[in-house]
């Protein structure tokens, strides 16, 4: 069973960059689209962001676009979630997870029934 262990969160200011990372606990991950997921007190979890089994392809929720990427290095069985001009809105746990699939073309990544595997979290917050 692929365990996932986040790290990278913290406090920080409005604007500032944090860098998260989800370390898997073996290689069958590179096989497998990944995604990170994040869930504010008394709010669902939401999708944040995805990337398939290569790194060629990434996919955003809207609400992160432009400020946030994803990327993986396969080599370090780790995925990464580079987020730059944070907002107080972004302050959450944020969740890493392995998707059941390779790609997330059709389908999509936004699903959380759709991933197998599930990291602890890692707290984010955005202060003022």
């Known amino acids: 069973q692929v365990q996932l262990a986040e790290s990278g969160g913290g406090l920080v200011q409005v604007g500032g960059s944090l860098r998260l990372s989800c370390a898997a606990s073996?290689?069958?991950?590179?096989?497998?689209?990944m995604g990170w997921f994040r869930q504010a007190p008394g709010k669902e979890r939401e999708f944040v962001a995805a990337i398939d089994y290569s790194g060629a392809s990434t996919y955003y929720a809207d609400s992160v676009q432009g400020r946030f990427t994803i990327s993986r290095d396969n080599a370090k069985n780790t995925v990464y979630l580079q987020m730059n001009n944070l907002k107080l809105e972004d302050t959450a746990v944020y969740y890493c997870?392995?998707?059941?699939?390779?790609?997330?073309?059709?389908?999509?990544?936004?699903?959380?029934?759709?991933?197998?595997?599930w990291g602890q979290g890692t707290q984010v917050t955005v202060s003022s």
């Open positions: 073996e290689r069958s991950f590179t096989n497998r689209a």
């Open positions: 997870a392995v998707h059941f699939r390779f790609t997330c073309s059709g389908g999509g990544c936004a699903t959380p029934v759709d991933y197998d595997y």
